[in-house]
């Protein structure tokens, strides 16, 4: 496909977050098995049911657009889920493991905030203000788990991995 329009690029962009929705649907159960605060267990299984609405939202985008919903690899989401992979294979301490895998949960989040962001922005500066609306109700969605996980580590996780450093001292 040849980028000659924003709405080719913002179409082309929606390729690659829809793809990244996908992948992060396979990660979170993974990431709720792997950690051992019942919250934090919670927060990622919460999310994937949110992510499922949110490949949903831009089923409709697509709709919309009159394109098919289609997956293009995105491989910055392909490197944060590795890099999340590594770390559950680490030998951690269970509130350390909880508090790396906010870490890495917020990485996504971001990336997610950002990608979100631009296709929405496109959205508006190409007039469409239904798909913009789509796009900023996840965009909004996904900067409350990124909140929600700050208050999660921030009000215990961080303080209990940190705890456990003291114990070892």
């Avoid at 950690?35 to 990622?44: I, R, V």
């Avoid at 999310?47 to 709709?63: A, G, N, Y």
């Avoid at 790396?100 to 996504?108: C, E, K, N, P």
Wanted: with cysteine; charged share 30%.
């Amino acid at each position: 496909m040849k980028l000659e329009t924003l709405r080719d690029l913002m179409c082309h962009e929606l390729k690659d977050i829809y793809d990244a929705e996908h992948q992060i649907t396979e990660a979170l159960p993974v990431m709720a098995r792997e950690a051992s605060a019942p919250d934090l267990k919670n927060a990622f299984t919460e999310h994937l049911e949110q992510t499922r609405t949110h490949i949903s939202r831009l089923e409709q985008v697509f709709q919309q657009l009159g394109v098919p919903a289609e997956r293009q690899t995105c491989a910055g989401m392909k490197g944060l889920l590795t890099e999340g992979k590594q770390l559950m294979k680490e030998n951690a301490d269970p509130d350390v493991m909880d508090a790396g895998l906010i870490a890495a949960a917020q990485r996504v989040e971001h990336y997610e905030m950002a990608a979100y962001g631009t296709v929405r922005t496109y959205a508006s500066e190409l007039g469409d203000q239904s798909i913009c609306s789509l796009l900023q109700q996840t965009l909004d969605e996904e900067g409350e788990t990124d909140k929600k996980l700050t208050r999660l580590a921030v009000g215990h996780i961080n303080l209990e991995a940190a705890a456990g450093e003291r114990r070892a001292a």
